[in-house]
C-alpha cells in the first residue's frame, strides 16, 4: 500500500483539487493506497482568527461565513452540514466562556482537517470510488507534557493496524492529519507539518511500500527559491540528509516526519501535484551518494553570547546553561565554545530571547555580581544557513564569498559526523547571504550585478554589449551579468531581475529622480550579491563618491579618469580604502581605451624591472587629426571637423586640443609607477594658439579659425620630408618629468608610423634598455572604450 499526503494549497478550489482527485484516481488504479490531508488553502489562518475573536467574546458570524464559503462543493452540503453545526456550537460556547487554551484552540483548528478529509472522499465516491472519511483522532494517541505533544507508539500503530485490517478491499481512507488525541480522547494538534508527520507514521505501522508527499512545488531544492533564483530540484536524498535539510528549515520537510521513514526504510516521494508528470524528489536509506545536496535556512533567531574570566576552566558551566534554558523549555540550535571554556556562544529561537535572558541572568547572578561572568549579550535578527552534505572546501569557499560582499559571520559550526556546516548571519543579510553561499558551494552560474552611471556613447554602447553577448558569456565564463540599474544625470532605472534591450525607453519614461545616496541604500537593501558600480561618466561629483561606494561593499569599473587624476590625497585614500574593504577597481580604459596598457604597467612596476621612461601618443582624437594633417593637403580646421563628425572628440573639440585629457592620462601613468605627481606637475603645450585662447565659446574660437589654420601650416611647414607631427606625452620617471607636447617625429619610427586613430605607448625600462616594449592600437572610439569596460567587468566577475 501507499500513503499519499496533499498539503493545504494543492487542496485549494478549482484546478487544484481537481488534479487531486485525478492523481488519486491513478494511483488507486494502480494499487492500494491511503491518503491523508491537510486543511484545504486557508482554512488553518482562518480558524486561528475565528478562535481568537470568539475567545474576545466578539461576533464570528461574517468570519464563519467566508471560512464556510471556502469548504464549499456542490453537491456535498449534507457531508458538510453536521460538521458546520459543530464548529458553531464550539465558537458559541468559546464566546460565552471567553476562556483562552491550547486545547480548545487545538480543537477548533481541528475542524480544518475535517472538512478537507470528508470533502474529498465525498468527491472521490461521486467519482465512483469507495472512499471513508477517517479521523485520525481515533488512529494517534499523543501524551502531552508541558504542552509537548509526545506520539504514544505502541497504542497508535495498534490501533491503526487494526483499522486497516478492518477495511474491505477497494476502500480508500481519507485521513485527517494534523491532530490526535490524548489519553482523556481531547484533540491535540501534532504541530509544524503536522499532517505530513501523521503521513509517516501511519505508513510505519502499516509497512507501507512509500509515502507521497503531494506539495505545490517541484520537490527538495538546493536552496529556497524564495531566496535563490538558481536553486535546482534535487533528485535523490538520503534520510540523513533530508533529517539535516529539516532540522534547518527545509518547508517541504520536517525532522518528525523523516524518523518514522528511517527506522521502517520506507521511501518518501515528494511530488508537484500541480505539475504531477515531474520526477520530483526520492529521499531513502541509500541517496545519491557524497557531495553537497543544499543550502537551507532559518530565519529569525538569537544569538547569546556568555563572557567572562571566572569560566576559564570551570567545570560544568555547559550542564547550567543547559538546565536553567531546559526548564523554560528552550532549544538550543546551534552552540560554538572556545577550549578554554572563557566565552560560549549558542542559537536559539528568537521568540525565546526574552525568556532565555531571564533564566540565564538569574542562573548565573552571583557570577554576574562577581564580575566572573562579564556579560549575557543576545544579539536578535539573525539567521542560520546550513551547508548540508558531504562538503569538500565548501566552508572555504562560503567564507570567501561571504567576506567578499562584506556578510560577516557571528558564529560557525561544523557537525561531527560532516553532514553540515552552519554559518550565522544578520538576518537583514540572508538574501544575500544565501545566493553567495549557493554559487559558492555549487559552482552554480555566478552572478555580477551591475548599476551603471553614463547612458553616452560608452555607458550606452556597453550596456548594449552586455545584453547581446549575455548567453555567449553565460556558457563561456558561468557569468551573468545582470544590469540591475541604470542613471543618467537626472533619472535612474531599477530592476533587480535585470534590465534588457528597452532599457533606453524605460529610462527615458521613468519618474525616479536619480539621487546618489538612495541609489546606494537602495542596492545594499535589495540583498544582491556581487554589486558593481559601472562610471561611464566624466562626473567629478561622481567620482568624489568612490569611497563610499567601496564602503558600501561595491566594485568599481569606471572610464571616468578623474578619480586617478584629481589630488594625489584622493588618490591614495581611495587605495587604501580599496584595500581595507577588500573591493576592486579596474580603469583599463582611462588611457588606452581598449590597449591592455594598464595591466602592463602594473605588472612591469612590480616585476625585478624598473620603469624608465614612457611616451606616446596618447589621445586619439589627436592621432587622427595629426596622423592626416601631417600627410594631407588640408587645412588644419578641416581635419579637425572631420574628427568632430566621426564623434572622435568632444563636443567642444578645445577640450582635446588643451592637451588636458593627455595630461591626466600622463598622472595616471606617474601615479602607477609610484610617483606622487599631480596635474599641476605637468608641463602642457596647448594646441589652442594664445590668440584664441580667450574665446568663451567654441562658436568664437571659429570666427579665427583662419589664423588657426595659417599657425599650424607654419607648424607643418617647417616639417623635413621625413618627419609628421605628433602630439605626445612623455614621463621620465627619474627625473619625475612630465611633459605633454606636439613634437616632429621620423616617419619610419614607431611613433612616426601610426594610422587613423590608434594610440601608441613605448616603455622603456632597465632590461629592454633603449629598445622599448610597443603597445599600439585603436585609441579612441565608444566601441573601442566599452569593450574594454566589459573586459574589466569580466575580470572582476572572474574574482567571485
Aim: glycine letters at 8%.
Amino acid at each position: 500500500m501507499k500513503v499519499l499526503k496533499f498539503g493545504g494549497k494543492s487542496l485549494s478550489n478549482g484546478g487544484p483539487i481537481e488534479s487531486v482527485i485525478n492523481i488519486i484516481k491513478k494511483e488507486a488504479s494502480a494499487g492500494e493506497i491511503a491518503v491523508v490531508v491537510s486543511a484545504r488553502g486557508q482554512s488553518t489562518d482562518m480558524l486561528l482568527e475565528l478562535y481568537a475573536k470568539a475567545v474576545r467574546g466578539e461576533d464570528v458570524e461574517k468570519e464563519l461565513d467566508a471560512f464556510m464559503n471556502l469548504q464549499y462543493v456542490h453537491g456535498l452540503e449534507e457531508v458538510q452540514d453536521a460538521t458546520y453545526q459543530e464548529l458553531k456550537t464550539v465558537l458559541q460556547a468559546l464566546r460565552l466562556i471567553g476562556e483562552e487554551s491550547v486545547r480548545t484552540r487545538d480543537k477548533v483548528l481541528a475542524f480544518g482537517e475535517v472538512f478537507s478529509a470528508q470533502t474529498i472522499a465525498g468527491i472521490l465516491r461521486k467519482e465512483e470510488l469507495e472512499a471513508v472519511f477517517v479521523d485520525a483522532r481515533k488512529l494517534i494517541s499523543v501524551t502531552v507534557d508541558v504542552n509537548e505533544a509526545a506520539v504514544d507508539f505502541q497504542s497508535s500503530e495498534k490501533k491503526t493496524r487494526e483499522f486497516f485490517q478492518s477495511l474491505k478491499p477497494q476502500q480508500v481512507p481519507v485521513i485527517t492529519g494534523f491532530i490526535a488525541s490524548d489519553p482523556e480522547g481531547k484533540t491535540i494538534t501534532l504541530g509544524r507539518n503536522g499532517s505530513n508527520y501523521t503521513a509517516t507514521l501511519i505508513a510505519s505501522f502499516i509497512k507501507a511500500k512509500e509515502v507521497q508527499n503531494w506539495t505545490d512545488v517541484d520537490g527538495v531544492y538546493t536552496a529556497s527559491p524564495k531566496y535563490v533564483k538558481s536553486a535546482q530540484r534535487i533528485p535523490h536524498l538520503s534520510y540523513r540528509e533530508a533529517n539535516e535539510l529539516a532540522n534547518f528549515g527545509a518547508n517541504v520537510l520536517h525532522s518528525k516526519t523523516i524518523l518514522p521513514l528511517m527506522e521502517s526504510g520506507i521511501p518518501l516521494r515528494v511530488f508537484n501535484s500541480f505539475a504531477p508528470e515531474l520526477e520530483g524528489t526520492l529521499i531513502d536509506e541509500k541517496g545519491a551518494g557524497k557531495g553537497i545536496k543544499a543550502v537551507s535556512t532559518i530565519e529569525e533567531v538569537s544569538l547569546v553570547s556568555i563572557e567572562g574570566r571566572g569560566l576559564l576552566g570551570k567545570v560544568g558551566i555547559d550542564a547550567r546553561i543547559f538546565s536553567a534554558l531546559s526548564s523554560r523549555s528552550i532549544s538550543v540550535r546551534l552552540i560554538s565554545q572556545a577550549s578554554s571554556e572563557r566565552g560560549i556562544g549558542f542559537v536559539i529561537n528568537k521568540e525565546d530571547a526574552a525568556t532565555a535572558q531571564e533564566v540565564l541572568s538569574e542562573e548565573f547572578h552571583d557570577e554576574l555580581v562577581s564580575g566572573d561572568v562579564s556579560r549575557i549579550q543576545i544579539d536578535s535578527d539573525k539567521a542560520i544557513i546550513a551547508i548540508v552534505g558531504r562538503h569538500n572546501y565548501a566552508l572555504e569557499k562560503a567564507i570567501y564569498g561571504l567576506r567578499r560582499n562584506r556578510i560577516w559571520m557571528h558564529l560557525i559550526s561544523n557537525s561531527i559526523n560532516g553532514e553540515h556546516i552552519s554559518l550565522v548571519v544578520d538576518n537583514k543579510s540572508l538574501k544575500k547571504a544565501v545566493n553567495v553561499v549557493h554559487n559558492q558551494v555549487f559552482g552554480a552560474i555566478k552572478t555580477l550585478n551591475l548599476f551603471a552611471f553614463g547612458k553616452g556613447t560608452v555607458g550606452g554602447k556597453l550596456l548594449d554589449q552586455i545584453i547581446q553577448t549575455g548567453d555567449e558569456v553565460v556558457k563561456r565564463r558561468n557569468l551573468k551579468i545582470n544590469i540591475v540599474g541604470v542613471a543618467d544625470s537626472k533619472k535612474i532605472i531599477f530592476n533587480e531581475d535585470g534590465l534588457g534591450r528597452n532599457w533606453r525607453q524605460e529610462l527615458a519614461e521613468s519618474q525616479e529622480a536619480r539621487d546618489f545616496s538612495a541609489i546606494i541604500h537602495r542596492l545594499k537593501a535589495s540583498g544582491l550579491e556581487n554589486i558593481v558600480i559601472a562610471d561611464n561618466t566624466s562626473s567629478q561629483e561622481l567620482t568624489e563618491q568612490y569611497p563610499e561606494i567601496v564602503n558600501s561593499g561595491f566594485d568599481i569599473v569606471a572610464s571616468n579618469k578623474k578619480a586617478n587624476s584629481i589630488s594625489y590625497d584622493f588618490y591614495q585614500n581611495l587605495r587604501n580604502t580599496l584595500k581595507k574593504r577588500g573591493k576592486l577597481f579596474y580603469y583599463e580604459t582611462n588611457v588606452g581605451a581598449g590597449l591592455p596598457l594598464i595591466d602592463t604597467i602594473k605588472h612591469l612596476h612590480n616585476s625585478a624591472d624598473k620603469i624608465k621612461r614612457i611616451r606616446g601618443v596618447f589621445s586619439g582624437s589627436l592621432s587622427y587629426i595629426f596622423n592626416n594633417y601631417s600627410v594631407q593637403d588640408k587645412a588644419f580646421s578641416t581635419v579637425l571637423a572631420e574628427a568632430k563628425e566621426k564623434g572622435l572628440t568632444e563636443p567642444d573639440p578645445r577640450e582635446d586640443l588643451s592637451g588636458t585629457d593627455v595630461a591626466r592620462k600622463l598622472i595616471i601613468l606617474a601615479r602607477e609607477v609610484g610617483l606622487q605627481s599631480e596635474l599641476e606637475d605637468v608641463s602642457i603645450e596647448s594646441l589652442v594658439p594664445d590668440f584664441a585662447a580667450d574665446a568663451k565659446e567654441y562658436s568664437d574660437f571659429l570666427e579665427k579659425i583662419e589664423e588657426v589654420d595659417a599657425y599650424f601650416a607654419r607648424i607643418k611647414g617647417s616639417l623635413k620630408e621625413n618627419e609628421v607631427l605628433r602630439f605626445t606625452g612623455d614621463l621620465e620617471v627619474d627625473e619625475n618629468k612630465l611633459t605633454v607636447s606636439l613634437v616632429k617625429a621620423d616617419k619610419n619610427s614607431p611613433l612616426g608610423s601610426i594610422k587613423n586613430a590608434d594610440s601608441i605607448f613605448e616603455i622603456f625600462t632597465e632590461s629592454y634598455g633603449t629598445q622599448p616594449i610597443v603597445i599600439q592600437g585603436a585609441g579612441a572610439g565608444a566601441e573601442v572604450t566599452a569593450r574594454g569596460v566589459y573586459s574589466d567587468l569580466l575580470r572582476i566577475g572572474g574574482q567571485y
